[in-house]
Each structure stands twice: as structure tokens, then as C-alpha cells.
């Protein structure tokens, strides 16, 4: 089983933490639907043995198309590639794009997963970060997206300056309230050349605490796995039957085919990935050329994208899967690495699946780095 990933470039304006790859023109929306519509043609060969899964509007704000745009996107992916009977159909909204009518025609559609980008239910959070709805929208959105999907995700952003433990509870109490079986949630994160970064260097937001977002981290776990939630990725919590496929199947290792700008895929030996750049993209569709660029991985790459991946999720990393795939010289390198994470009890050995514990969570991604290697080959 494989998915499809289709990038929407587009927001009505620019949060201040972001360095996804968006327009907030929406000059050529037209042009772009058309252009992703081709590119899905265009690209339906390397699918030609695969069965599509999952299909994924992500962004950007793919909101921003109408249900016309979408159900057109749609109709192509259906008409080029092998589409199981219940596909996952995923769409990125955030709450100002989705009033009563919205949301009664998405959910009239194809579409049957909503992963609504809340953030907070606070207003001074929202207008820290610069997001285009206020407290109140991202509520009634809930209220009435819960009449029509009973499948919906929720983004949270933690470790916000000045947000303190209690108010970062109410948040996740918030989001409770409504029902919703899946929540990701990441750590306010600031990027270079963001907005958030000029407004740090600047001093006029404090920059953010790590330990602050570590204290944040195990409250999420701990209030979510006491309400039925699996903590499944390091960053997504699900109720079961309610993971994600989509972004599962990139944990463990899936192709995907990625649409548009600056979309990546992969083939299980290749990674590629589109231009960043709107005009560019939809000149190159034009011309019948995909504007792609491909990284064939070595084996060491193969190797670090496993540990990194496998770390994250509660499926962890196969010792046995390591040996077969790669060699002993790469599970010898392994154990050693691993041996003083497990002495902190960072990292357990459970059968033969190397897991994070409790404590390692928060900091997998620094230990998977350790367990990197340069190469072997």
C-alpha cells in the first residue's frame, strides 16, 4: 500500500514560526490546481504497481480551495492509480476557512479526515504566532466539524514564551472537551529566517525554554495516555483505529508520491523532491517536465532514516530487521551506541525491538543522532 501527498501552497498569511514553502498570493490558484492535476497524470507510472492508500492535502492551508479544486484533485488521483475501496482522504483546514457551509461540503465529500491546525485556544498565543483565526473560530469550527467527521486530528503547539503549566492543561482540556480522537502536537520550534527568529534576535519575543517544553511534553503524555490516547509517534497521540495512515506509513518506511511544490517522495532506494518555487513549478508542469530533484540513498542512509523513524514510534527499531537488512557490522555499531542510553534508561531492549522509555521520548531524536553512522559501506 502506498499514498499520495499533494502540497497546496497557499495561506491567507504567513505565522511566524513557519518555513513550510507557501504563496499568500493566491494569484495563480488556478494555474497551480491545474498544474498538480497534470503532475498526478504525469506521474502515475512509477505507481503502476502500487495501491493507493491514502491521500493526503497538505500545506499550506489546503483549505483555501473550494470543494470544486479538491473533488477535481480528487477525480484524478482516482482516474490515473489503483484506489482501495476506503482510502483515508485527508485535508489540512485551519478555523477561519471552515464556516458551517465549509464544513457540511467537506464533509459531504470524499474527504474523511479533518487535521484542523489549532494551535491554542488562547488569544494571545494565536496572536503571537501571527495565525489567521482567533480563539473563538478554532471552537465553533470543532463544534461543528464533530457533526460531520467522526475522524479529526487537531494540531497544538507547546513550549510557547510566557505559556505556563497550567495554561498549557487547559489547552489540552480544551481539546478533550470536543471529542476529537487524534491530537498532534509539537514544540514551538524557531526556524532560521522566520519571523519568529527576527522577533527573538530582536528581543521583542523571549526566546523559547527547552526544559519548559520538556515539562509541557510529559503533561501531553501523561493527561492524553490517561484519556485512551496511544502515544504512537513521538509528536502524534491517537485513540485506536484513529492513527494516522498517512503519516504511518511514512514512520514505517511506505512509498509515497509527493504532488507540487516543493513536495518530497519516495520509492523505497530514492528520495525526490519538487522545486520550491510556485512560478517555476507550474512553467516546468507546462512543458512536460517534473521539476524534481532525486537522491538515490546509500545503505548508511537507509540505515540512519530507520533509526530516526523507528525511535520516534512505538514500533521502535527491529534488531532483527537491522541484521537482515543491513549486515552485523551495522547491528554491532548499533548495540554500541545504544549500550549507554540503555545504562540511563533512556532506551530498553524489548524482545528484540529497541524502544525509547517514558523518560527517552523527549529526547529521541538527540539520541537517534548518536546512533547515526557515517558509513560502513
Known sequence: MSGIYIHIPFCKQACHYCDF????????????????????????????????????????????????????????????????????????????????????????????????????????????????????????????????????????????????????????????????????????????????????????????????AQEHFHILVDTLTQNDFIHYELSNFGKENYFSKNNSAYWLGKKYLGIGPSAHSYDGQKRGWNVSNNSLYIKSILENRLPIETEVLSKTDRYNEYIMTGLRTIWGISLDRIEAEFGTKYLDYLNQQAQKYIEDHLLFVD??????????????DGIASDLFLLNLE
Open 21 to 212: 514553502h507557501f504563496s499568500t498570493s493566491l494569484k495563480k490558484k488556478n494555474e497551480m490546481v491545474s498544474a498538480l492535476a497534470k503532475e498526478i497524470e504525469m506521474r502515475k507510472e512509477e505507481f503502476q504497481n502500487e495501491v493507493v492508500e491514502t491521500i493526503y492535502f497538505g500545506g499550506g492551508t489546503p483549505s483555501i480551495l473550494t470543494i470544486d479544486d479538491l473533488q477535481f484533485l480528487i477525480n484524478e488521483v482516482y482516474k490515473h492509480y489503483i484506489v482501495i475501496e476506503h482510502p483515508e482522504i485527508t485535508l489540512e483546514a485551519n478555523p477561519d476557512d471552515l464556516d458551517n457551509e465549509t464544513i457540511r461540503q467537506f464533509g459531504n465529500s470524499p474527504i474523511n479526515r479533518l487535521s484542523i491546525g489549532i494551535q491554542s485556544f488562547f488569544e494571545d498565543d494565536l496572536k503571537l504566532m501571527n495565525r489567521a483565526h482567533n480563539s473563538e473560530e478554532a471552537k465553533k469550527c470543532l463544534q461543528k466539524a464533530t457533526q460531520y467527521f467522526d475522524n479529526i486530528s487537531i494540531d497544538l503547539i507547546y513550549g510557547i514564551p510566557n505559556m505556563s503549566n497550567e495554561k498549557w492543561k487547559q489547552n489540552i482540556e480544551m481539546a478533550l472537551l470536543f471529542g476529537v480522537p487524534h491530537i498532534s502536537s509539537y514544540a514551538l520550534t524557531v526556524e532560521p529566517k522566520t519571523a519568529l527568529d527576527s522577533f527573538i534576535k530582536k528581543g521583542i519575543i523571549p526566546q523559547p525554554d527547552d526544559e519548559v
Open 351 to 364: 524482545s528484540t525491538i529497541l524502544k525509547t522509555t517514558k523518560k527517552g521520548k523527549f529526547l529521541s
